[in-house]
């Protein structure tokens, strides 16, 4: 073999070997500079109230400012799609959902990027439960009334859009408990609410967070949240699981994702950051007001099993309500 050869053959093993000592002194020095935190609804909403907190939350625990970025659209597909085609350092990260990560692959039939390859969760914030409300005139004070009631006569469910959250879960228990019901879409959750108040539909599954000041005004009547445990923000409501749906264990949830060939070492620093910011009272605080339920923490590891688990459970909901690859 010619020496220069040779020469090559050991240059390359030398420049191999050292690449994770590189990747390595990178991740130690992480961040450096700014970091891009994309948020993908516009501003004011609850993704972007998390998006804000934890931005500030990052920035004082590395010293380096998080600058949030709304970049609303496409069930969150353009934010994915940004953050997924960055360069995979960490300085491009955003707050996703279940919804980018777990649903998306089902829901469109060409999704531009692929949960758990080009965009994985660094860290897990929160679950978002949901609550079953009716129009208070509705002679039911339980799910079994409701469901007695259901047999009787056709009952109407609202939801913020097909394929949303609130008709899935409408899905759900019309299957769980073997009634029919008839799924009435509209254009966000609001409007929804508004005519579940007013009669013109029967019930629906609301995100807590908008429903609840009604429930407390009367203006609807909560039967049950989607969730396993209540929420601390409002423990009178009983889980469903605990008044008749066996099983019933269903959120929404928030977390932090980035480019999916991010250095190991980074997501561990952001998976660590994240982690020791929820955990802090006045932010566990804030995230029971906004009607959120703080989680454990997961590491990577758990997170990319946590996230292929989802994606099945969500696949079947969205096959059953007919929007699988509706987009």
Known sequence: MPITRILLIGLALIAASAEPIRAQEKAQDYPNHQVNFVVPFAPGGGTDILGRLFGQKLSDHFGKPFVVENRPGAGTVIAAVQVSNSAPDGYTIMMATSGTMAMNPTLYKKLPYEPGKDLVLAALICNVPFVLVVNPA???HSVADLVKLAKEKPLTFGSGGAGAFHHLMGELFKTEMGI?????PYKGTLPALNDVIAGHIDLMFSDLAPAYSL???GKVRALGVTTAQRAASAPEIPTLAEVGVAG???AAWQAVAVPGATPKEIIAKLNSA?????AEPDVE??????QFIPVGKKSPEELERFVRSETARWAKVLQQAGVAGSE
């Open 248 to 250: 019933f264990d269903w």
């Open 138 to 140: 509705l002679p039911v």
């Open 215 to 217: 429930i407390q005004a």
């Open 180 to 184: 029919p019901m008839t799924h009435v």
């Open 285 to 290: 605080k804030q995230l029971v007001s906004l």
């Open 274 to 278: 994240v982690n020791a910011a929820t």
